[in-house]
């Protein structure tokens, strides 16, 4: 890169474009912008990413973002132990504890099956989840990997896998979101909206 | 914010929203990319939004992005003193740079006139453009503000307020693009393509 910025400028250009979805343009006006900010805007960024990775893990039982291992869901004895619901990221996990619907316990895979990109079985935490299902109470797992290729995929692939344990495996439903417009709703989604229907 | 995410996910996540442009999912995004990143990549963007604030400054010539004070093109006593390129930001003294075709000195103005935004003349460096057209042997200011509304503004504020000093004042050509399409321009692009059209 031969941008005409000072070295540290360039230096953390070069940073903030290993962020995801940023390119050089945008690593650019971040950094002008650390550089306009007062100090104290840098100091907090530099304390806060510290401190991510110093404190911040995932937890042994669900993989679920913590700071505490096991995490507070996994040693709730209120949450109900005999369900389990599979995402594919932390992020998902706190989406649903958003909305404060679900009252059992999570397992994150870390990803979705994705063979083109190498992605494989193996690079999930499958195998913890059959574990996890073999013992203790677990009466039915719901799968809540995302409505894309790969999620549905590693949905299959997850109902095939832990069907045999005598668990029952359900997905989570697919339909027309909350405040969504049928005129402009994608066919599958539509198909899926019919498909799904339900007696009123 | 309350997202569910540990005490140091959500400083984080806090601290990334301060960003031009970031709002809350892109921010996730970010943090939980500094958590499956390598403690390395934390450690290392740290040090460099602190390196920049140390190390990185405006000249006090031409408020220019620099490691030294005055910046070096200021210095350089191969460019042309009497000739000012006024821009909007530092950044864009560093496109022309990549140019490699002015031989001048520059002027950083640190923005743009936005009365409905509250940026006045004395909120740019205005004061110090015309102390610095005054002294010396500056003869020619090219008035290289953005193309945009406020760019424009700002170069006829600055036209008026220089041409009685008696220095020379130009602005920067409009007209099509390199690699653009005529099919595709703008009225006002195409209008002043015409409008500065040169003998062949």
Known sequence: MALGLTPSMERLVEE???FPGVGEKTALRFAFFVLRSD???????????????EQSRFCSGCFGLTEQDPCP???????RS????????AADMMAFERAQEYRGR??????AL???DGVGPDD?????????????????????????????????????LLKPLGVRVTRI????????????????????????????
Do not use: W
């Open 16 to 18: 903030l474009k290993r």
């Open 39 to 53: 100090h104290a805007f840098a100091a907090n960024l530099a304390h806060a990413l510290l401190g991510v990775k």
């Open 73 to 79: 869901i996994c040693c709730d004895p209120r949450r």
């Open 82 to 89: 005999d369900e389990i619901c599979v995402v594919e990221e």
């Open 106 to 111: 999570y397992h994150v895979l870390g990803g």
């Open 114 to 116: 994705a063979p083109l």
């Open 124 to 160: 999930l935490r499958c195998n913890e989840l059959v574990a996890r299902a073999k013992e203790g109470d677990v009466r039915e797992i719901i799968v809540a990997t995302n409505p894309s290729a790969e999620g549905e995929a590693t949905a299959h692939y997850l109902a095939r």
């Open 173 to 200: 439903a697919r339909g027309l979101p909350m405040g969504g417009d049928l005129e402009y709703a994608d066919i599958v989604t539509l198909a899926q909206s019919l498909e799904g229907r339900r007696e009123m």
